[in-house]
Nanobody, 121 residues
């Protein structure tokens, strides 16, 4: 079993910054990818940013130049630095980890509990 613990959400004014963290623990053999998704009220969950084991990243167009995803492989932790926050960034942010629990196992997809980010004017 793999557990994800998220932290760092909160209330911030437009133009401000927040940093999200997500630490994975448990029966982890290896992690293929880690990422952040978000879901605003009445909308579908959408990808924000993703980083794979080799360090390559991809971002949604709406966060390019404002958000940065990074990863501490030794600590199985992924971060999302969010700068120049906008009102539209208000959402619940979910951590996602694609991990193997043993050599040769399938890749399993795990989700965090979500952390609220609210951007005010």
């Amino acid at each position: 079993q793999v557990q994800l613990v998220e932290s760092g959400g909160g209330l911030v004014q437009a133009g401000g910054s927040l940093r999200l963290s997500c630490a994975a623990s448990g029966s982890i053999f290896s992690i293929d990818a880690m990422g952040w998704y978000r879901q605003a009220p009445g909308k579908q969950r959408e990808l924000v940013a993703r980083i794979i084991s080799g360090g390559s990243t991809n971002y949604a167009d709406f966060v390019k130049g404002r958000f940065t995803i990074s990863r501490d492989n030794a600590a199985n932790t992924v971060y999302l630095q969010m700068n120049s926050l906008k009102l539209d960034d208000t959402a619940v942010y979910y951590c996602n980890v694609n991990a193997r629990v043993s050599s040769g196992s399938y890749v399993y997809y795990y989700w965090g509990q979500g952390t609220q980010v609210t951007v005010s004017s």
